[in-house]
């Protein structure tokens, strides 16, 4: 129903930031939560940071502080400023809807690659 197609990765030294976007189209139907997902090396997709239709936050605890997550409804595009980046961070970026930030995500896109030099 929604194509979601991130960009805005690429390398940086740690210490540096980076800003992710996701633009949607297509149809867009009772979706109450967004957010960002990546997926290090040799570990599982996690929820870096998510936000919900009434505009609460979530971030996981390894960025909070570092990450903001925002959205323009108006552009229907979703952001993620990185800011203090680190090795550990480095990923495939990916972003994603549904009914809860915890929703089980069974489609997934390119995402965009995120390496963290040290």
């Known amino acids: 129903q929604v194509q979601l197609v991130e960009s805005g990765g690429g390398l940086v030294q740690a210490g540096g930031s980076l800003t992710l976007s996701c633009a949607a189209s297509g149809i867009i139907f009772s979706i109450n939560a967004k957010g960002w997902y990546r997926q290090a090396p040799g570990k599982q997709r996690e929820l870096v940071a998510g936000i919900t239709r009434g505009g609460n936050t979530y971030y996981a605890d390894s960025v909070k502080g570092r990450f903001t997550i925002s959205r323009d409804n108006a552009k229907n595009t979703m952001y993620l400023q990185m800011n203090s980046l680190k090795p550990e961070d480095t990923g495939v970026y990916y972003c994603?809807?549904?009914?809860?930030?915890?929703?089980?995500?069974?489609?997934w896109g390119q995402g965009t690659h995120v390496t963290v030099s040290s």
């Open positions: 994603n809807a549904g009914p809860s930030l915890w929703y089980s995500h069974s489609s």
